[in-house]
């Protein structure tokens, strides 16, 4: 199944690569880890300076993407490459993303683009936040995408602390470690979506960084949708979904990762970018998931299930699905979809600049 | 340092015990998931019914627990010992520990008791609910503590699917896979706790399974608690802490072995029962860490800082911390637990039948 004018080997050429390339960016990460644990940073960055943990962090994600575009741009000197320092320095939000084949890489994901008030501007837009690396919570990753004509098709995101790498090429599925098959239960069949969907299913979600308490803001239109999937059947006017659990991870990417395993049904987010998106996409896509919009069409029972748009930052994915014995995998995916849509408010979330 | 009539060798000893049982369990339940990926199961165990998932997990839960039980009631046939499913089995949820040496195991932790309909009562509290474990989540894991005086004191959590274990015995301190000594940032020195924390911390909390949307109800305090610590200072009323990232993991037991870790800042939950929180509190106190009640007292800026109550089902959690130029860790870590108290509200978990 070769994809646009890419023939299968140079698919799996490209494939190869990006694996590799993945791997040797985490070992990168690695070494720095253990320089931070040892305490030992101090002496072998090229820089002291007072706030440094955040100093250490922000020159580790630059030291990422310059290894991981160098790279790139020598192997494949005529694809275009799109990394989030990229977007960072050039203080642009723009969807930049056109149709020649692009890679769009995060060097280090599991951080925010945030902008606390002491930072100035062009600092907000580099400053690592939350950060699960900065807190060394395992949930960090390379992220590695390629996107032939705005679609994700590509994808390896290299999680080094718990040393999972998950993978995917067209016609060639998605992968842990290169050796177990995404999603992880598939034998001998996939399981459907639960006929009782939400409920049954465990649910991904993060709160993201917009924080404003104001009526009907993003924040609290997150509140309000997470709340009627979390709530029992029957309450808040029939939208209670009672989903199994709640997770919330700190990673869009590693949220997209743990989906295609199969290990949560449901992934709805806004906010994120495509850097955030683009390599977990073409691992769920190839794993035999579904993405749409957040969003909930007017009439979420009816309306086509939309393609995803890739710069939308609204999504909804759906786990892997196999048949069950009334219903195609599409079709119990397709039916989880307007569940959720039905439970869930509007998110608005515009490109600045854009 | 030895506790109560334990000498360190024989702390030692039982430590040594505990982590290498740990590991063992790991191992089967390993086993049981390459049988599960594999689609084996269904002809190596030694039932098969229609609702396969939930009995194959079930058993596997009931296995787990014969074999630690079974190594322990060996080793040291004068300790008391209590599991999960002694609990669940004999549908009584009164506090159990007493003043003698108690060994208190969560054979499978990542899933959550619950009460679906179509289920008896027998059933329902052998049930595994939500179930990192069933999805393959990797947040699920083995959890051994060893209880002296309603202490837990040494503490075993493996979770073999990503190869964490964690452990701590007094006078040993804590370890991630006995070779990284929790927490991980500590040199040249473990970091205070935030000057403005809850803000700059990472916030670690779990939506539970009581999802009745009742006016004043458990999961409305939960979720009015969880947006005053997300919301942006100055918000609502002065309680908006703008924490810097939420996190639910869907496992109390790795929340606190995070913690101790140093990944997560700040852990505040009700409803969890003594067998999910004995072994990460053992890690935790022994990493430097702090946990408390849950429930905020009368006046949350003076009063004292409980200690904890095993069996409470009410606990916030502080991470390790050292010194800063203006504080002890230790005093960094009750004004942090003030600034969470003031935040949060009430919650209210009796133990049925106690």
Not at 2 to 16: G, H, K, M, P
């Amino acid at each position: 199944m070769a994809v646009s004018n890419f023939t299968q080997d140079e698919l799996d050429e490209i494939y190869a690569f990006a694996v590799d390339l993945g791997r040797k960016a985490g070992d990168l990460l690695m070494e720095r880890i253990e320089q931070r644990i040892s305490g030992s940073e101090g002496h072998s960055q090229k820089f002291e300076e007072k706030d440094s943990s955040v100093d250490i962090v922000t020159q580790t994600d630059e030291d990422l993407e310059v290894f991981i575009r160098n790279a790139i741009q020598e192997k494949y000197p005529d694809h275009k490459f799109l990394g989030e320092e990229t977007y960072a320095k050039g203080q642009s939000r723009d969807y930049l993303i056109d149709e020649h084949p692009t890679w769009c890489i995060d060097p280090l994901d599991g951080k925010r683009l945030i902008q606390p008030h002491h930072l100035t501007p062009l600092k907000m837009l580099t400053f690592p936040g939350t950060v699960n690396y900065t807190h060394l919570f395992p949930m960090f990753c390379i992220s590695i995408g390629f996107i032939v004509q705005h679609r994700p098709i590509i994808g390896v995101i290299y999680a080094p602390f718990q040393d999972q790498l998950f993978s995917a090429c067209p016609g060639r599925g998605a992968w842990l470690n290169e050796k177990r098959k995404l999603p992880l239960i598939r034998n001998p069949s996939i399981p459907p979506m639960p006929a009782n969907a939400p409920s049954s299913c465990i649910f991904s979600c993060e709160w993201g960084k917009d924080r404003r308490d104001i009526p009907d803001g993003n924040m609290r239109r997150k509140l309000e949708s997470f709340t009627n999937m979390a709530a029992e059947i029957g309450s808040r006017d029939g939208k209670g979904g009672m989903v199994h659990g709640m997770r919330s991870l700190g990673s869009a990417t590693l949220d997209l990762a743990y989906t295609a395993m199969g290990s949560f049904d449901i992934w709805w987010e806004g906010g994120c970018w495509e850097w955030d998106v683009a390599a977990g996409i073409a691992i769920l896509l190839e794993a035999g998931g579904l993405v749409t919009t957040a969003n909930p069409p007017e009439d979420p029972d009816t309306a086509p299930i939309e393609d995803l748009r890739l710069g939308s930052r609204l999504y909804l994915a759906i786990r892997p699905a196999g048949p069950s014995e009334t219903e195609t995998g599409r079709e119990s995916q397709e039916r989880t979809v307007r569940e959720v849509w039905r439970r869930v408010r509007h998110l608005s979330y515009s490109r600045p600049g854009a």
